[in-house]
């Protein structure tokens, strides 16, 4: 099946740490990448420890370091840094994600790496980007999100901004991330500038704002500014989650006229949808309290498996809210394979979130969980010309 895989002839070096820069990287291998992960000797990626563990491997690892080699090298030792520009020579792309400056205080600048290999692609992830006054400033997803806009609109009315509670800002620059290496690969082998790669300067708080949809432009037109409106939007209602009799949630959603219709009609037949109150968008909008109250009701007075009945029955927009117990036994997860099982030989069967999308002729596959620090050193030290007794030198100086 490797074979079959679309991107099986694609090598990549991974320098980058935590989330946003391996998401890269796990993307990709996902579909056949050869992604060889680079690590500092003694304690690797930062996310081998965080969180909760699985064993002595960190949840956040298994998941981010999966189908990858694990390399240790130490960039700042001769030997480290001649070791990785070998790898440089053979690779299609390196992905980064140290504070700017870093590489170049490492002599790896991208002009570097370039210069040993003309048609590689650099990928350099960062909280604020490579320029501008703050790209010296040290950053995580959540501070992308508070200076990329999204902290400021999420949460209630009257009550401080909210920040996810996951690595959002993260997984988001990792996707744009992901897309923007393809397309310099589709431009450097199909391209009229065959042969030639270069570098992408991906920023955390950009590809937060940059999912933020037409709020820059609202704002500049008009100077309306969206405030915190919970679980709300300030164009579409109903749009919120209610709880339900037996003390579960049900999200609902009429943006669209014909999905508010479905929805007031099966809460109050034809005279609700009739409502002047509630009859157009704009009218939702100005009575979402008074709407909101009658949906609020309408679910209360049901338990959850009821309320989901009648919205499928309907066709209306609605869903349970489903915790991480639920999903394991949900049937439309079961169905679509959406949970996938790993077999690791130390940990046994390792449940995480299957690949997406799903291609009906190059499938993903997922062939290992993250591996255990330096797994795969000496191998590729040999693949790269190094003799055991080089190797072991390396070894005992500390440089891999």
Not at 291 to 305: G, N
């Amino acid at each position: 099946m490797a074979s079959a895989l679309p991107l099986s002839n694609i090598r990549i070096i991974e320098l980058a740490n935590v989330v946003a820069g391996p998401s890269v990287g796990k993307h990709l291998s996902d579909f056949g990448a050869q992604v060889t992960k680079i690590e500092r000797p003694g304690d690797g990626d930062a996310a081998r420890a965080m969180g909760e563990l699985i064993g002595d491997r960190s949840a956040w690892w298994l998941s981010i370091g999966r189908n990858k080699q694990s390399v240790t090298l130490d960039l700042k030792q001769p030997k480290g840094r001649e070791a990785l520009l070998r790898l440089v020579e053979g690779a299609d792309a390196l992905v980064e994600s140290f504070r700017p400056g870093v590489l170049e205080r490492l002599d790896l600048s991208p002009d570097v790496l370039r210069a040993v290999n003309p048609g590689l692609v650099v990928v350099r992830v960062s909280a604020f980007g490579q320029t501008g006054p703050y790209s010296q400033r040290p950053g995580f997803g959540t501070l992308a999100e508070a200076f990329g806009g999204l902290a400021e609109i999420s949460g209630y009315p009257g009550q401080s901004p909210l920040l996810a509670s996951f690595a959002l800002a993260d997984e988001v620059a990792g996707l744009f991330a992901t897309w923007a290496l393809l397309v310099a690969l589709y431009h450097r082998d199909v391209g009229e500038e065959r042969g030639e790669g270069q570098v992408i300067d991906v920023s955390l708080f950009e590809s937060v704002f940059n999912i933020l949809g037409p709020l820059p432009t609202l704002y500049k037109a008009s100077g309306a500014l969206q405030e915190r409106n919970g679980s709300r939007l300030p164009w579409s209602s109903p749009r919120n989650v209610y709880r339900t009799r037996d003390g579960h949630h049900f999200a609902v959603s009429g943006t669209t006229q014909a999905a508010a219709d479905t929805i007031l009609r099966l809460i109050g037949g034809d005279d609700l949808v009739a409502d002047p109150r509630f009859s157009t968008p704009d009218a939702r909008v100005r009575n979402a309290e008074e709407l909101d109250a009658v949906v609020a009701r309408w679910i209360a007075e049901r338990d959850v498996a009821d309320v989901d009945r009648c919205f499928q029955k309907a066709g209306a927009a609605g869903v349970r809210v489903l915790s991480m117990a639920d999903v394991f036994e949900d049937p439309q997860y079961r169905a679509r394979g959406t949970l996938l099982e790993v077999e690791d030989e130390a940990l046994g069967t390792v449940h995480m979130a299957a690949p997406v999308p799903r291609m009906s002729a190059t499938p993903s596959r997922v062939t290992h969980v993250g591996p255990p620090l330096g797994h795969d050193t000496d191998d590729i030290l040999a693949e790269l010309g190094y003799c055991s007794e080089e190797i072991a030198d390396g070894r005992s100086e500390g440089a891999w």
